[in-house]
């Protein structure tokens, strides 16, 4: 064993004995003072909670969940069964302030207790001046003011229910009350760190049309483009988006000029003045809420169907072709966040993963897929966390919830090692990318880590041989989802269909090195070959592969997987509709 593999050897034991040692101790000694903010880590960046590292674990509630906890509270315990660590749930303007000035935050406080008494954080979502582009959940006193709280304007000059984005009385009114919920907040929790993140707004964004057409709006569109954009553009020119760098050296690469000169004449344009105003307005809700209560807060975007112009999507909302405009913006906003309600979800992931915006999924749709995501996100993207949809329907005994449950149960007991490896290049997720129409891709994956001497090839197809049994006990081998089916014997793997239908059960793992030879398996419906990657004998052998759990950070050895369960050595297999974890050690031969 090399000195690097000792190291990371030495590194991985260490990191087992200190969350031992961790669990053992109570939660009150160990809480860190310092309220959960994002650190980075190599490439990574990571949400910090009580001094550790946290992954969330998540599920959103549905819109109005929230407004009622009465009717929640049977759900919580539903959500500690599917694994959750965190409840992401709307505050709402309307109900925050009833009447101007008179801020009520009894749901907010009653919320914060029925999570602390399940062992739960939250993540809040500010249901503020914008919620899927409207503004349904401003308060009555600002509905119904149009003339001191001005709309946005279709290009018909009819008024939208959309608060507009260009007048200071709509954000000072909003900024008021986000630094009212955020100083609540402060002297509520700051000694408790239940709440960890504040979401800012929700899809934020203008539709039918990409820009307001009011007489403002077009007066300040007719005005230069702000000095901080242009002066953005420039110090960043080779990280920004490629779409947005292609509109800007399209038209010259200006360093100044109105809208139409920077950018050209179209509705790209419209929707780049929009988003750069939106996010003005964000910085200043964002920057008062700071202010009282320096939280991580994120922005959240509707994401956009193949071929749709700005105006038909909700437009000019933190897109990851706008990154760039909301940071240089906004950077009082920690990072965008997509709600990945399509199914081509690692599409979206690797968009919001680029030029090092931290990840986090608030929304996605919960299916089948959603507990393979949940493993991807973290292994692949290096993500704080993933939290599907209206989870309160969710049931942790069947379908959707049920597999959620048992990513979930992978993720928890992995959490130290995967922050641990977050950002270093030694950790990576694969699973079938699947195309906005629903086609799985079902290729063979390759897979190189760094510090590890071989590179794996993941496939996704049933193994060749026998059919593996799975352990006494678990739900596969009651009868549950199907282990592998049988095949013909051989020492290579068939090559899979290059695409195949949309999968009937979530696959994928994540895969960690754990030194040269040495390699941590998790998840469901892969089957995994290895090949030398580095100068010496040529071909990969298994020296062992132990299915296993983390008990507090302690690996406990279950099944020493051979025979039938290994092909006879030639491969490592997680059944499909199990998630499991196999420890792997390597050795070569010629
Ligand atoms: C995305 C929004 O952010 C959610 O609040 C919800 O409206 C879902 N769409 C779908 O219902």
Redesign the pocket.
């Known amino acids: 064993m090399s000195a690097f593999g000792d190291e990371m050897r030495r590194q991985t034991f260490r990191i087992a004995v200190a969350t031992a040692a961790l669990a053992a101790t109570s939660a009150a000694q160990v809480r860190d003072t310092a309220i959960p903010q994002l650190r980075r880590q190599g490439t990574a960046t990571q949400l910090v909670v009580d001094g550790r590292a946290f992954l969330i674990r998540g599920g ?1 509630l ?2 109005s969940a929230a407004s009622d906890l009465d009717a929640l509270r049977p759900v919580w315990s539903r959500l500690r069964a599917m694994g959750l660590n965190t409840v992401v749930a ?1 505050v709402y303007w309307e109900m925050s302030e009833p009447a101007e000035g008179r801020f009520d935050f009894t749901l907010v406080d009653s919320l914060l207790a029925d999570a602390r008494r399940n062992d739960m954080r939250l993540v809040l ?1 500010w249901f503020g001046t914008w ?2 582009s409207m503004s349904s959940y401003v308060p009555a006193w600002v509905k119904t003011d149009q003339t001191r709280f001005p709309r946005t304007e279709a290009v018909a000059g009819r008024g939208q229910e959309i608060l507009s984005p260009f007048h200071a009385a709509n954000w000072e009114a909003d900024a008021r009350a986000f630094r009212a919920l955020m100083r609540h907040l402060r002297e509520v929790d700051a000694a408790r760190h239940t709440v960890l993140m504040v979401q800012v707004e ?2 934020t964004g203008m539709i039918p049309e990409a820009r307001d057409h009011s007489r403002t709006a077009d007066s300040l569109y007719a005005r230069t483009v702000p000095s901080e954009l242009l002066a953005y553009l420039r110090a960043h020119r080779d990280a920004l988006a490629p779409e947005l760098r292609a509109r800007w050296e399209a038209q010259g690469a200006r360093g100044a000029g109105t809208w139409e000169e920077v950018f050209g004449l179209g509705v790209h344009t419209d929707e780049l003045f929009m988003s750069w105003h939106f996010a003005r307005y964000h910085e200043r809700v964002a920057a008062a809420g700071k202010a009282e209560y320096p939280l991580p807060m994120f922005a ?1 975007a ?1 994401l956009i169907r193949p071929g749709y112009l700005p105006g038909r999507y909700v437009s000019a909302g933190p897109l990851p072709h706008l990154i760039d405009v909301w940071r240089a913006a906004s950077p009082s906003t920690d990072f965008l966040a997509p ?1 990945i ?1 399509f199914p081509n979800f690692a599409e979206w992931t690797a968009k919001y993963a680029r030029s090092g915006n931290p990840l986090f999924v608030p ?1 996605a749709r919960l299916t089948a897929q959603s507990a393979a995501d949940a493993l991807y996100v973290v292994g692949r993207h290096d993500a704080i966390g993933y939290s599907p ?2 989870i309160e329907n969710a049931s942790p005994d069947e379908g959707a919830g049920a597999a959620l449950a048992r990513a979930n149960a992978l993720l928890a007991q992995l959490e130290p090692l995967i922050v641990a490896h977050q950002g270093r290049g030694t950790m990576t997720a694969v699973m079938p990318p699947v195309s906005f129409d629903g086609v799985a891709e079902e290729s063979p994956q390759r897979v190189a880590l760094a510090g590890l001497d071989y590179v794996a090839t993941v496939s996704f197809a049933n193994p060749p041989g026998p059919p593996t049994t799975a352990p006494p006990g678990t739900p596969a081998a009651a009868g549950g989802p199907v282990s592998f089916s049988p095949g013909m014997p051989g020492a290579t793997l068939p090559t899979a269909p290059a695409a195949a239908t949309r999968p009937l059960a979530p696959r994928g793992a994540i895969v960690i090195a754990l030194g040269r030879d040495e390699l941590l398996i998790a998840g469901t419906g892969v089957v995994v070959t290895f090949a030398p990657s580095t100068p010496g004998p040529p071909i990969a052998g298994i020296l062992s592969a132990d299915e296993g759990r983390f008990v507090d950070g302690r690996w406990v050895r279950g099944r020493r997987m051979n025979g039938d369960q290994t092909h006879q050595g030639r491969h490592v297999a997680l059944g499909v509709g199990e998630f499991t974890m196999q420890r792997v050690r390597l050795y070569r031969y010629r």
Do not use: Q, S
Request: a negative charge.
């Open positions: 959103e549905g819109n709307p979502l919620k899927n929700n899809e959240n509707a709600d309600y929304e949809f209206a």
